[in-house]
């Protein structure tokens, strides 16, 4: 047992005591390994790199704080290899605790890790005006093994709070988080368990991504979602948009979604990944955009010869969603939510099931699925015809804000089957619960 208070670390907010943390960590590391307790008190820090073997136990009470300076983090490493992510997936130093090809790895206590809304000063070249932003994470993991983080609570980061890149038998529970990024980031892992956790985020809660962050294409695969509540700016639990590689074996269950503007549950592949074997089961929503959103596209970035993926074997049951369809407004986390208002306000929507022409969705099945919706479509909304969405960025928001139908919206997809499944809407609605555009196999129960 390694007690950071023996390595110099200072309870005081206007100490800064990543010196102490790191000389604590480096002990573990002569020694093959050890537990580093955190005790009850207020301890600054900035980034720490980790070791093998290595356990942080928070005393309950014990928080540590991310500097306000951020100069006492680690600058972005360039990586060598070409780029088909974002930035929040192309780096790692600039976190707060770093671990690469490292392993044994666990966080837990009912202790507090809040970042306190540090934005970047510098944006990262060659990124969008809201992607430049971001500063710092909270957790990087990259090609790690055997790691854990329970019982925290984390508030407040400015870029992807857990991020775990490349990472075999990860387990996260009960954790409470409260970020303006994404909350929890499994990204071509294997093996990975969420469960018991309360997020709100800023951006989506908890999204699975296979990005092209390992310079090599790679699945995310073998990972449960189950018992979290999650409030989101964005979507609640999602798979993509980062779809180099694919999603196979996840299965999403006993979960209740809120207060989110996009989609509920989002399945995505456009970037030439494989989705293979989904289940989302026993989900109750409340005031969510749209309750799913599931899209084959083809924006394919990523390496010269990149091709549209595929995406089959999804099962969804159990679900209920329902209002009231009210605005709901995330933390105001910069201005430029602000200046991007009409492009993020809430809109309620249908659910859109799409594949593409040269490329179905195969093998969907909804059963015991009862969704309420606003309504108030007119009858000449019912001849809308909706643009195929390939090369732009996935998301409802890209069919317009026209819909012909007020429940789901089903194109392209070969194997499609419905049972048990009702729409109503609030209010009068002159269109139909569902639309049916190139489906072969339909059966409706």
């Given at each position: 047992m390694f007690n950071l208070i023996d390595f110099g670390a200072k309870a005081d907010i206007n100490a800064v005591s990543t010196v102490?943390?790191?000389n604590a960590v480096d002990a573990c590391e002569k020694q093959g390994g050890g537990t580093i307790f955190v005790p009850f008190g207020e301890f600054v820090i900035g980034t720490v790199f980790?070791?093998?073997?290595?356990?942080?136990?928070?005393?309950?009470?014990?928080?540590?704080?991310?500097?306000?300076?951020?100069?006492?983090?680690?600058?972005?490493?360039?990586?060598?290899?070409?780029?088909?992510q974002d930035a929040s997936h192309s780096y790692f130093d600039r976190s707060m605790f770093v671990a690469k090809n490292k392993s044994n790895i666990t966080f837990s206590g009912f202790g507090t890790i809040d970042m306190r809304e540090v934005w970047e000063n510098e944006p990262v070249e060659g990124e969008s005006e809201w992607n430049a932003q971001r500063a710092v994470k909270i957790f990087s993991f990259k090609e790690c093994?055997?790691?854990?983080?329970?019982?925290?609570?984390?508030?407040?980061?400015?870029?992807?709070?857990?991020?775990?890149?490349?990472?075999?038998?990860?387990?996260?529970?009960?954790?409470?988080?409260?970020?303006?990024?994404?909350?929890?980031?499994?990204?071509?892992?294997?093996?990975?368990?969420?469960?018991?956790?309360?997020?709100?985020?800023?951006?989506?809660?908890?999204?699975?991504?296979?990005?092209?962050?390992?310079?090599?294409?790679?699945?995310c695969e073998n990972v449960v979602i189950s018992n979290c509540t999650v409030t989101s700016r964005c979507s609640a639990i999602k798979l993509g948009t980062e779809s180099n590689g694919g999603f196979k074996?996840?299965?999403?269950?006993?979960?209740?979604?809120?207060?989110?503007?996009?989609?509920?549950i989002s399945i995505e592949s456009t970037d030439g990944g494989e989705v293979d074997g989904i289940s989302v089961s026993n989900i109750v929503m409340k005031n969510v955009g749209y309750p799913f959103f599931i899209i084959?596209?083809?924006?394919?970035?990523g390496p010269k010869g990149t091709s549209l993926g595929s995406m089959k074997n999804i099962t969804v049951s159990n679900i209920t969603a329902s209002g009231p369809f009210t605005p709901w407004l995330a933390p105001r986390i910069t201005a430029l939510w602000e200046k991007?208002?009409?492009?993020?306000?809430?809109?309620?929507?249908?659910?859109?099931?799409?594949?593409?022409?040269?490329?179905?969705?195969?093998?969907?099945?909804?059963?015991?699925?009862?969704?309420?919706?606003?309504?108030?479509?007119?009858?000449?909304?019912?001849?809308?015809?909706?643009?195929?969405?390939?090369?732009?960025?996935?998301?409802?928001?890209?069919?317009?804000?026209?819909f012909p139908v007020y429940g789901m919206y089903f194109r392209h997809v070969k194997g499609l089957t419905l049972n048990g499944v009702t729409v109503q809407t609030t209010e009068k609605?002159?269109?139909?619960?569902?639309?049916?555009?190139?489906?072969?196999n339909l059966k409706i129960y």
């Open positions: 102490a943390f790191q980790l070791c093998d073997n290595v356990h942080f136990v928070f005393e309950a009470g014990a928080k540590i704080l991310g500097s306000e300076n951020l100069e006492d983090f680690a600058p972005r490493e360039k990586p060598e290899y070409p780029l088909y093994k055997d790691i854990s983080v329970t019982d925290l609570t984390l508030l407040h980061s400015t870029d992807l709070a857990l991020y775990f890149a490349g990472c075999e038998r990860v387990k996260v529970r009960g954790l409470t988080i409260d970020v303006n990024i994404d909350g929890i980031s499994p990204d071509c892992c294997k093996s990975v368990i969420i469960t018991d956790c309360i997020i709100r985020s800023g951006d989506d809660g908890i999204v699975l991504k296979s990005s092209y962050t390992l310079n090599k294409i790679k699945d074996n996840v299965a999403i269950s006993n979960c209740a979604i809120y207060d989110t503007y996009y989609g509920a084959l596209s083809g924006r394919l970035r991007g208002e009409s492009l993020w306000s809430s809109q309620v929507m249908p659910s859109t099931i799409t594949g593409q022409p040269d490329g179905k969705i195969e093998n969907v099945s909804f059963s015991n699925i009862f969704i309420t919706t606003a309504g108030g479509g007119k009858t000449e909304d019912k001849s809308v015809i909706l643009p195929e969405i390939t090369k732009l960025y996935p998301e409802n928001y890209q069919f317009g804000d026209k609605d002159e269109r139909n619960a569902f639309a049916f555009d190139d489906i072969e």
